[in-house]
């Protein structure tokens, strides 16, 4: 009988808290300030894809390690270190932003950011939705060229550092002024957050991809290489033939008027109302065929 006690006073002296004091809950609450900032930095970039791709590298090895495949855990346990010194490298400009913004920034309002959180929800104003392609329509008919960047999740600060600040509220008259030949501004991409142009001339990555038409100059192959690396929806006029295109994931829609553009903006913009009352339509329809189908 004793032994039974015993037994079980151990086993509830396994399960029991081990004694903490105050130092060990701040070291806690550091720790999960850290992992929850890296989370967010992470969804931020890049690397968010990166992460999915090691989580399924990490079911395979599983896969292997139950299945007791040899060859193909002594190929992971060979690999790992490599693996992890070339995404040190690959990803060496997202953690020297990172590094850059930790020491240039407010720590506690770029890392927990409990008041853009609500902003967010609803990226951008039903009004710079209007003026953006009211501009694009009038630059489309003049066949003036004109690249624009709109930010949507993963943050643009790699390129908007190469081109000239702004800062400006959006209106057509100033988008137009900016992409107008022989002006200071032309050249180059502009770059619009929320509901500010926060930078011009901006340089970005010109993409690589070989089923792209030949026909497609610079400007669309910059537009398409920007929306290959972010989450961001690129308009772009061209200069020849005064088409509106449109480039989100690295895919290029060619010759879209102002309707279809304004649509593809709205798509974006993360308007949980919207979402709401489509979800109630909807939920009401399927209720009233099912009630007629009774």
């Not at 932003?97 to 409990?114: H, Q, T, W």
């Not at 290959?228 to 480039?247: F, M, Y």
Request: aromatic share 8%.
């Amino acid at each position: 009988m004793d032994t039974v006690f015993d037994n079980l006073r151990e086993y509830l002296y396994f399960l029991s808290l081990p004694k903490m004091n105050i130092i060990d809950l701040f070291e806690i609450l550091i720790l999960a300030f850290v992992i929850y900032s890296v989370i967010l930095w992470v969804k931020k970039t890049r690397a968010w894809s990166l992460v999915k791709g090691i989580l399924v590298l990490f079911l395979c090895y599983l896969f292997a390690y139950v299945l007791d495949m040899s060859v193909i855990l002594w190929i992971f346990n060979k690999t790992i270190s490599i693996g992890i010194t070339a995404v040190m490298i690959v990803f060496q400009p997202e953690l020297r932003k990172a590094l850059e913004e930790l020491g240039r920034k407010n720590l506690f309002k770029s890392i927990i950011p409990f008041d853009e959180q609500k902003d967010k929800n609803k990226r951008f104003s039903d009004r710079t939705i209007n003026e953006i392609v009211r501009a694009t329509t009038e630059l489309a008919k003049v066949k003036t060229g004109a690249l624009m960047i709109i930010e949507k999740d993963i943050v643009l600060t790699e390129y908007e550092r190469t081109g000239i600040n702004i800062d400006s509220a959006i209106s057509s008259q100033l988008l137009i002024n900016i992409f107008e030949h022989n002006t200071p501004l032309h050249d180059g991409a502009v770059i619009i957050r929320g509901n500010r142009i926060v930078s011009a001339t901006c340089y970005l990555p010109l993409s690589d991809n070989l089923g792209l038409s030949k026909e497609l100059g610079t400007r669309h192959r910059a537009g398409v290489g920007i929306s290959e690396v972010s989450d961001s929806l690129t308009i772009i006029v061209s200069e020849e033939t005064g088409k509106i295109s449109a480039a989100i994931g690295g895919k290029l829609l060619r010759n879209i008027d102002g309707e279809l553009l304004k649509k593809k903006m709205r798509e974006i913009q993360g308007n949980p109302v919207e979402d709401k009352k489509k979800r109630f339509n909807f939920s009401l329809k399927a209720r009233g065929l099912v009630e007629k189908q009774k």
